[in-house]
């Protein structure tokens, strides 16, 4: 009982981005704020998580979710292997609000690319965010509300969208954009969403 009442103690003393990481890595879902726009994440590596969120948003099971990455050596963890040319501009483009299509053949993440065999992924330049996603690990990120309907600018209106069912980590109002998404599986570069 002693053992609980001091872990429960230095859990309170963690900063609050700490809580939000430890509660992702283990597989809780929580609204928290990205580079971009407020989203609602969950681990990769936990598949029932990843379905949860689909149905949580009312996602379309076909569209896969962009992934939040800390570094370049998470794409090694989801099966991505980069070409020379691919190297050379995502470090022109990375950390920064551009998420970027890349082929992900493995079947293992069949539930994050949905048979499309790509995944789309963002290396962030919030220093916040990077210490979030160094100890959550990579994160789903789709953004904060039902599909089709306005992305929460604010915790409060995230919450209209997904109640008691989910954790938040408030940052006050997030009036972002979108990132952009670039098609980098080919050397002909697609932009898809500006």
Avoid at 76 to 89: F, N, T, V
Avoid at 112 to 138: C, D, F, W, Y
Avoid at 139 to 156: F, M, Q, R
Wanted: glycine share 6%; hydrophobic share 40%; charged share 30%.
């Amino acid at each position: 009982m002693r053992f609980r009442v001091k872990v429960h103690e230095v859990v309170k003393k963690l900063p609050d981005w700490k809580k939000a990481a430890l509660l992702l890595k283990e597989g809780a879902i929580g609204v928290i704020p990205t580079d971009t726009i407020y989203g609602v994440c969950g681990s990769v590596f936990k598949k029932q998580t990843v379905e949860k969120i689909y149905k949580l948003r009312r996602r379309n099971l076909k569209k896969p979710m962009i992934i939040l990455i800390s570094s370049f050596d998470d794409l090694h963890q989801l099966g991505i292997q980069l070409g020379a040319w691919q190297k050379k501009i995502l470090k022109q483009l990375w950390p920064g609000k551009i998420s970027v299509v890349l082929k992900c053949p493995s079947k293992k993440f069949k539930y994050l690319h949905l048979g499309t065999k790509t995944l789309a992924l963002r290396l962030p330049k919030n220093k916040e965010l990077i210490k979030i996603l160094k100890v959550s690990g990579p994160l789903v990120a789709p953004s904060a509300n039902l599909e089709g309907k306005k992305p929460a600018e604010t915790i409060n209106e995230a919450r209209r969208y997904f109640k008691d069912k989910i954790f938040y980590y408030n940052k006050g109002k997030l009036k972002g954009k979108v990132s952009t998404l670039i098609d980098l599986t080919q050397k002909n570069i697609k932009v898809l969403r500006k």
